[in-house]
């Protein structure tokens, strides 16, 4: 039974892979921040029905991590796959954004990706075998206002997984990005990540960032993909012979990407970005709108 560790599987996603890829028979290894919320998980029928363990690891620990590694090569005997799926948001617009909290994001939504990365492969490299999944998002293709640091994060992530494409395939390691658009997550509630400044009326920014959090919100409620969705192309990119490197989930993240491809020049910029802007500065008290 090939062996999968999950980053960041308390909620969201990351549990929805856990289940699926669980019911599908993978081993796999749900990993949390803290395991002791374990239960929730574990007590769900659907994990039951495959070999689920939950481990404790935090993607900006080196010491969870490898401990987190280690148990499973001894349990498992190797790391078939890894989904580099932990990750958090900030949302603001950038002058109101912490750089302490920008510096957190990155920990979290790339280096932490790049440490658990570097703690598997050395079981990987050995068994000439093996898939690194790392969740992206629609927003490392495209930026977008008021998430500009979690979209660099992103964009960033999207280079690492490109160039360790190139590097691994040969050794018969496959990396795969997957880019989910909008999927409704605990990430768009708990785990919103709204900076404190943003919401602040006296930013100069804050209508516009109150607007573009009401058009967010909008496509948010619109948003017919689901986490479930994401764990069967998640379940696509570890079962296929030759995974593709990127992998897009949802319809208005397919167009945009789509059109930024086909649209000549910089048309793109101006129809798309231009209609982004517009949206989020007719915010009645904006600057400039009364
Ligand atoms: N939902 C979407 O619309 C969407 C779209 C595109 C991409 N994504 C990406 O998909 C991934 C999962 O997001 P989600 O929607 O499932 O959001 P979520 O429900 O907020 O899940 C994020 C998970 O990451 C964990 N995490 C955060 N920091 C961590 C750390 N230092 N170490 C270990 N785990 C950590 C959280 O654990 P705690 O419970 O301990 O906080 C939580 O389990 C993220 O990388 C996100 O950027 C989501």
Not at 25 to 37: C, L
Not at 74 to 92: H, M, P, S
Not at 222 to 231: G, I, N, W
Not at 254 to 275: C, N, Q, S
């Given at each position: 039974?090939?062996?999968?560790?999950?980053?960041?599987?308390?909620?969201?996603?990351?549990?929805?892979m856990?289940?699926?890829?669980?019911?599908?028979?993978?081993?796999?290894?749900?990993?949390?921040?803290?395991?002791?919320?374990?239960?929730?998980?574990?007590?769900?029928?659907?994990s039951?029905?495959?070999?689920?363990?939950v481990?404790?690891?935090d993607?900006?620990?080196?010491?969870?991590?490898?401990?987190a590694?280690?148990?499973?090569?001894?349990?498992?005997?190797?790391?078939?796959?890894?989904?580099?799926?932990?990750?958090?948001?900030?949302?603001?617009?950038?002058?109101d954004?912490?750089?302490?909290?920008?510096?957190?994001m990155?920990d979290?939504?790339?280096?932490g990706?790049?440490?658990?990365?570097?703690?598997?492969?050395?079981?990987?490299?050995?068994?000439?075998?093996?898939?690194?999944?790392?969740?992206?998002?629609?927003?490392?293709?495209?930026?977008?206002?008021?998430?500009?640091?979690?979209?660099?994060?992103?964009?960033a992530?999207e280079g690492?997984?490109?160039?360790?494409?190139?590097e691994l395939?040969?050794?018969?390691?496959?990396?795969?990005?997957?880019?989910?658009?909008?999927?409704?997550?605990?990430?768009?509630?708990?785990?919103?990540?709204?900076?404190?400044r943003?919401?602040?009326?006296r930013?100069?920014?804050?209508?516009?960032?109150?607007?573009?959090?009401?058009?967010?919100?909008?496509l948010?409620?619109?948003?017919?993909?689901?986490?479930?969705?994401?764990?069967?192309v998640?379940?696509?990119?570890?079962?296929?012979?030759?995974?593709?490197?990127?992998?897009?989930?949802?319809?208005?993240a397919?167009?945009?990407?789509?059109?930024?491809?086909?649209?000549?020049?910089?048309?793109?910029?101006?129809?798309?970005?231009?209609?982004v802007?517009?949206?989020?500065?007719?915010?009645?008290?904006?600057?400039?709108?009364?």
């Open positions: 039974m090939d062996s999968i560790l999950i980053t960041g599987a308390s909620t969201g996603l990351g549990r929805e856990a289940l699926f890829l669980a019911e599908r028979g993978f081993a796999v290894y749900a990993t949390m921040r803290d395991a002791s919320d374990a239960g929730s998980l574990l007590n769900d029928p659907r039951s029905k495959g070999k689920l363990k481990l404790p690891l993607v900006t620990d080196t010491i969870s991590i490898q401990r590694v280690e148990t499973i090569v001894a349990e498992a005997g190797g790391i078939y796959g890894v989904i580099n799926n932990a990750g958090i948001g900030l949302r603001g617009y950038f002058e954004l912490d750089s302490q909290d920008i510096r957190k990155f979290a939504n790339l280096f990706v790049m440490e658990v990365t570097r703690a598997v492969l050395p079981h990987m490299r050995p068994a000439k075998r093996g898939r690194i999944l790392l969740i992206s998002s629609v927003g490392g293709r495209i930026g977008s206002l008021g998430v500009s640091t979690y979209c660099s994060s992103k964009f992530l690492f997984g490109e160039s360790l494409f190139m395939a040969p050794l018969g390691i496959r990396v795969s990005l997957i880019e989910p658009g909008i999927i409704k997550t605990e990430r768009w509630t708990i785990n919103r990540g709204v900076a404190p943003a919401t602040d009326p930013s100069p920014y804050y209508a516009w960032f109150m607007q573009s959090e009401r058009e967010a919100e909008k948010v409620q619109a948003s017919t993909a689901t986490p479930a969705d994401v764990a069967a998640v379940h696509q990119a570890l079962t296929a012979e030759t995974p593709k490197l990127r992998y897009m989930i949802g319809r208005k397919k167009l945009a990407v789509a059109l930024r491809r086909w649209l000549p020049g910089d048309l793109f910029e101006r129809i798309y970005f231009g209609t802007m517009r949206r989020a500065t007719r915010a009645p008290g904006s600057p400039g709108v009364g």
